[in-house]
């Protein structure tokens, strides 16, 4: 996304005449998700200083900081878990635009994430993870998997590791013991990687 996300975080990135994480913010909270946590990392300060506390949305908004350098997805989760407290909570990641809605805030009985699949985008035609008949897997099964959207509902045990460290060797060893769940969204999806994404998403933000 350079050179624009030279200059400022990639979930500030203008969308439709809004940041991109504003979208998530909105949409949350409208739905009832109002205690949120943000990650930051590159150019937090900026988020800083469009987001606030988050009470013009409707929501209130606490602040998880990074440093200079990113912790990842699960070492950022890690650091956050304090602010995050005890029970399931949602994981949106803050460079997708998506319009689906988070509203389930329970996970099954011993369960530690639930996943929310979509369609293999272009950029990613193989997909993640094998999902058939209500089960997700790790299986090499091409017509049967699909993508990791960025979008999940996680138990804070499952949080393991120390400093920077990635979520998807989690997601793997979780889904290998039989405790995710998972569902397919085919509604408006896209992982903000690419100018021509961006454009994408702002297409699909004018109808949503």
Partial sequence: MRPLTDVRPKPLLDVAGKPLIQWHIE???????NDLVINTAWL??????????????GASI???????SALETGGGIKKALPL?????FWLVNGDIFTDF???QSTL????????????????NPDGDFAFADG?????ESPAARYTFSGISLLHPEFIKGEGKFPLAPLLREAISNGRVTA???????????TPERLKQAASLAANV
């Fill in 27 to 33: 949409r949350l909270a409208n739905n009832g998700l």
């Fill in 44 to 57: 937090g300060e900026q988020l800083r200083a469009v987001l606030g506390d988050g009470s013009r949305f």
């Fill in 62 to 68: 606490q602040y998880s900081d990074e440093g200079d």
């Fill in 84 to 88: 995050l407290g005890d029970e399931p």
């Fill in 101 to 103: 809605v988070c509203r």
């Fill in 108 to 123: 099954s009985d011993g369960m530690l994430a639930h996943l929310v699949l979509v369609p293999n985008p272009e950029h």
């Fill in 135 to 139: 089960v997700i897997s790790t299986a």
């Fill in 183 to 193: 569902e397919v969204y085919r509604g408006a999806w896209v992982d903000v990687g």
